[in-house]
Nanobody
């Protein structure tokens, strides 16, 4: 059974930083890719960043150069380092485990609020 638990969200001023964590369990964790998604108020869920099991990364244009995705296989934990945060980054952030670029498992989400 796979479980994902996000943490690290909160309230931060514009220009600030946060690091989100996604702690996983289950034997397949390291075999799957990981994605970070977000859903802002009244908006659809969107991909923020993705890292494959081999370590390749992809970022949404809106966060390139500001966000960094990484994972620690030994700890079965993924991270999203978010720098230079903007009010438009305000959203609930979700991590997922993915196979063939499709999310199979989701965490419960963590709220990120960026004040101007």
């Amino acid at each position: 059974q796979v479980q994902l638990v996000e943490s690290g969200g909160g309230l931060v001023q514009s220009g600030g930083s946060l690091r989100l964590s996604c702690a996983g369990s289950g034997s397949v964790f390291n075999s799957y890719g990981m994605g970070w998604y977000r859903q802002g108020p009244g908006k659809p869920r969107e991909l923020v960043a993705r890292i494959t099991s081999g370590g390749s990364t992809v970022y949404a244009d809106s966060v390139k150069g500001r966000f960094t995705i990484s994972r620690d296989s030994a700890k079965k934990t993924g991270y999203l380092q978010m720098n230079s945060l903007k009010p438009e980054d305000t959203a609930v952030y979700y991590c997922s485990l993915e196979r063939n670029l499709s999310p199979l498992y989701w965490g419960q989400g963590t709220q990120v609020t960026v004040s101007s």
